[in-house]
Antibody
Framework: EVQLVESGGGLVQPGRSLRLSCVGS????????MHWVRQAPGKGLEWVSG????????RYADSLEGRLTISRDNAKKSLYLEMNGLRPDDTAVYYC??????????????WGQGTLVTVSS | IQMTQSPSTLSASVGDRVTITCRAS??????LAWYQQKPGKAPKLLIF???TLESGVPSRFSGSGSGTEFTLTISSLQPDDFATYYC?????????FGQGTKLEIK
């Protein structure tokens, strides 16, 4: 059974940085692209970033590029999202999602339970 | 490319047939997926490539369309189907979701 477990969320002050993590199990982590998707309270889903199986290709939402860095460590079966210059409108549940293929361009067949990031002073 | 779902909210009863529409501002071929999300839970994949049912998804769910207009149909609503549904454009540099359609009990 595929499992994705996010961590690293919490309350953070505006302007600060945060690093989210996601650990995958139950599948060959190093064969699939991975993504981050966020959902602000009471709002819809927003794709944030994706990374290919071998880290060669990383993609970011236009509205967020420059403040984010996605990375992965296949040996640790882990996905990361470094967020800088956090703003109150970054407050959201951040989901880790598994792509159905190796490049970060497809749909998502498994999701984690999400980790809540709250940006507030 | 923008993805626009309609309606934003849909009220229906158990046993009803319902249709949700997703429109793309430009042609996206058949590169469309549908997800179901219940409150406090992660989204669940229902359909990919516009009309292919994900394994384990009940056959009362179906998808159709190509180009710029797509539909998700539930043939006979069950109590478990009341949720929010999202379309997603993929096979692109930056994936995009529709704003969601909340399916409520009438």
């Amino acid at each position: 059974e595929v499992q994705l477990v996010e961590s690293g969320g919490g309350l953070v002050q505006p302007g600060r940085s945060l690093r989210l993590s996601c650990v995958g199990s139950g599948f060959m982590f190093d064969e699939y692209a991975m993504h981050w998707v966020r959902q602000a309270p009471g709002k819809g889903l927003e794709w944030v970033s994706g990374i290919s199986w071998n880290s060669d290709n990383s993609r970011y939402a236009d509205s967020l590029e420059g403040r984010l860095t996605i990375s992965r460590d296949n040996a640790k079966k882990s996905l990361y999202l470094e967020m800088n210059g956090l703003r109150p409108d970054d407050t959201a549940v951040y989901y880790c999602a598994k792509d159905i293929g190796p490049e970060s361009i497809d749909y998502f067949d498994s999701w984690g339970q999400g980790t809540l990031v709250t940006v507030s002073s | 490319i923008q993805m626009t779902q309609s309606p934003s909210t849909l009220s229906a009863s158990v046993g009803d047939r319902v249709t949700i529409t997703c429109r793309a501002s430009q042609s996206i071929g058949s590169w469309l997926a549908w997800y179901q999300q219940k409150p406090g839970k992660a989204p669940k994949l229902l359909i990919f490539k516009a009309s292919t049912l994900e394994s384990g998804v009940p056959s009362r769910f179906s998808g159709s369309g190509s180009g710029t207009e797509f539909t998700l149909t539930i043939s006979s609503l069950q109590p478990d189907d009341f949720a929010t549904y999202y379309c997603q454009r993929y096979n692109t540099f930056q994936s995009t979701f529709g704003q969601g359609t909340k399916l409520e009990i009438k």
